[in-house]
């Protein structure tokens, strides 16, 4: 299977506008889709916030973006990927990168087979306008075709 960034997040693995209250939600319900699909189980949802109850917001890698993520063995079956857009900000109670608007999940089997969706990751982490674009998409085939760059 292809480690693409844009492989790995198929259209039942992105959430749209979604209405969250807290940072831990918003973990919870980018995952959904990666716990639904069999990707990861729930002790992966629980290791990713008791990751930024322990070590803080590092996982808010530029401002208004997340990449959740926890190690590999506290429950990914298969690589994967979601995202989730915001319909209202809000903070991960970091000092420079708040609010947080849209949010990737990243289940990786190792520490190596996930590196082109990293690379991917990284381009989308330092262009916000298309940010905007992905934030505004009001729909699943929007996002992809903006993810994709087809437009």
Known sequence: MST???DLITDDRVIIHKDVDTWQQAIAVVAEPLLADGSIT??????MIEAVDRFGPYIV???HLVLAHARPDTGVKRQAMSVLTLKHPISFNHP??????IVFCLAAVDADSHIQALKEFVAIAGDR????????AGTVAEFQRILRREE
Not at 42 to 47: L, R, S
Not at 129 to 136: G, K
């Open 4 to 6: 693409a960034l844009t």
């Open 42 to 47: 729930i002790q992966y949802v629980k290791a």
């Open 61 to 63: 890698l530029s401002p």
């Open 96 to 101: 420079e990168n708040d609010p947080v608007d």
């Open 129 to 136: 306008p298309l940010q905007e674009r992905l934030v505004a």
